[in-house]
């Protein structure tokens, strides 16, 4: 069974400053995928970066980057220079193969950035 | 290119009667994801399909839920009767099945109250 952890229920950056949001992960597949998306207070399901478990860099996406320490389990999102846009619930999520597929999400963490 | 496509975005219900929720995925796209949002659980996963065909729907909650795909381009999540614990988001999302590194894309959710 794969599982996704994320054990900050609630973090605050100051505007222009990085902040990191925790992920760790469980699986027993080699092969998998590790997903972060943003949801904003409107609703929406926004997909921001993705990271395979054989990447050997870390991925960026503009001003998100990941992580990756695939020995520890742990795929944390960082975002550098946060603007008050990014004040959103961000979810971890991690997808593979053998598990038919399907996507799981851990609870999230939402982010308040302050001005 | 049109994202999923969901309707109605709102719907407002009495206990008891039936409601009808759509779905329209990326055109493409051979997956297809039912999740339900609430504060106490989180995003979870109610059914998928691949190719048309319900892959798993371990997380329906019971029988007043009941999920079709017709078609690659339509699918339905339909409770009857419905209950006021039912109120929740409703997310449907599309992917690439096969392909652990393909993300999944959401609609906006239908926001779904049992009165």
């Known amino acids: 069974a794969q599982k996704i952890t994320q054990t900050q229920p609630g973090m605050f950056v100051q505007e222009k400053e990085a902040v990191t949001l925790d992920c760790t992960y469980d699986t027993s597949d080699p092969s998998y995928g590790l997903f972060w998306y943003k949801q904003p207070s409107s609703g929406e399901m926004i997909f921001l970066i993705y990271?395979?478990?054989?990447?050997?860099q870390n991925a960026t996406e503009g001003r998100y980057s990941l992580n990756f320490q695939k020995a520890r389990k742990s795929a944390n999102l960082v975002i550098s220079a946060s603007q008050l846009g990014d004040s959103a619930m961000y979810f971890c999520a991690i997808k593979s193969l053998g598990n038919n597929n399907d996507m799981r999400f851990g609870a999230g963490t939402r982010l308040t950035v302050k001005p | 290119d049109a994202g999923v496509i969901q309707s109605p975005r709102h719907e407002v219900t009495e206990m008891g009667q039936e409601v009808t929720l759509r779905c329209k995925p990326i055109s493409g796209h051979n997956s297809l994801f039912w999740y339900r949002q609430t504060m106490m659980r989180g995003l979870e996963l109610l059914i998928y399909?691949?190719?048309?065909?319900?892959?798993?729907d371990s997380g329906m909650p019971e029988d007043r839920f009941s999920a079709k795909m017709p078609n690659a381009s339509f699918s339905t999540l339909k409770i009857q009767p419905s209950e006021p614990r039912d109120s929740a988001v409703y997310f449907c999302a599309s992917g690439l099945s096969g392909r652990w590194e393909e993300t999944q894309y959401f609609g906006p959710g239908t926001r779904l109250l049992v009165l």
């Open positions: 990271q395979g478990s054989y990447d050997q």
């Open positions: 399909f691949n190719n048309n065909v319900p892959i798993d």
